[in-house]
């Protein structure tokens, strides 16, 4: 047996998982045998270890993630959005730790840099939201959120760079002004590409890839409220959603509506507090 370091996208190649949306590669082990298997490695710094090998089991999640502005409340990161999600499809049982700078546990500090969210599973940890959610998939693989490697990527491409776009728009001040305007045009330009994906696979299905919900709807949809929510409260409506990109609104509809997303979701007032946040 022996075990090396790769980075998470070549693990992903060699067991079979497409590329994420806006992945990060960082450090894991990888265990291989004669048998040429192929799993997660642990990320337990500053935890207790566990014996290589063993699959991990459902029970004794802890999810760390941004709080409110009482500091105990869930915050609005879209990013925790979408692990929840994926831990709501999968029937998974998790406790939330909503946590500022300074109610951040050590090992996570120490260890992570802080990051959240941050999934502790027992005596493992994974940060970034798209590494996370493939860890779910990977070990409780029932209801599958993954699909095909070609339908994968399309949806990939469908939505790269949406969310950069959303941000700079709504973190841009005096709203109204020449940049302002420089900035709706690049978000127009993404939700046009979401737009065209969703209108040549709308027969095959409602969600990215189709007939199939990923991962990658779990990704999307949070931040699709984000910018619904955001435009309306900072930029007056400047884009009016509906007219501009039906199959869009069409799929927010979908998404907002699905258990999962309901199950997780905070206040919109919680969304204009954040961004209000990053505004000033």
């Known amino acids: 047996m022996l075990y090396f370091q790769i980075g998470l996208g070549a693990l992903f190649s060699v067991v079979g998982l497409p590329p994420v949306l806006g992945f990060q590669p960082a450090a894991v082990c990888l265990r291989t045998e004669s048998s ?14 566990r014996r290589y090998g063993a699959a991990p089991t459902d029970g004794g999640m802890e999810l760390y993630l941004k709080a409110a502005e009482d500091d105990k409340s869930v915050g609005d990161c879209p990013f925790a959005h979408s692990v929840r999600m994926a831990l709501n499809e999968k029937g998974l049982e998790y406790d939330l730790r909503p946590s500022v700078e300074r109610t951040k546990p050590s090992w996570l500090i120490d260890h992570y840099e802080g990051k959240m969210p941050a999934l502790r599973h027992r005596k493992e940890c994974y940060v970034e939201s798209d590494v996370i959610m493939r860890y779910i998939d990977f070990f409780f693989p029932e209801p599958a959120l993954m699909t095909s490697k070609a339908k994968m990527n399309k949806a990939i491409d469908a939505v790269d760079g949406f969310f950069p776009e959303v941000a700079r728009y709504l973190k841009h001040t005096p709203d109204g002004d020449d940049e302002d305007i420089e900035l709706k045009n690049g978000l127009e330009i993404a939700l046009q590409k979401i ?27 949070p931040k699709l409220y984000h910018m619904k929510t955001g435009v309306k409260e900072f930029k007056d409506g400047a884009i009016d959603l509906e007219a501009q990109f039906p199959e869009t609104t069409r799929y927010m509809n979908t998404i907002f509506s699905r258990k999962s997303f309901i199950d997780a979701i905070y206040s919109e007032d919680v969304i204009v507090w954040g961004w209000g946040n990053a505004r000033e």
Do not use: M, P, Q
């Not at 994906?197 to 949809?221: A, N, P, Q, R």
């Open 36 to 49: 040429s298997s192929a799993l997660f490695g642990v990320r337990n710094y500053g935890l207790e270890k």
């Open 195 to 221: 737009e065209d994906h969703l209108l040549c696979t709308k027969e095959k299905g409602d969600f990215l890839c189709g007939d199939i919900f990923t991962v990658h709807d779990c990704s999307l949809g």
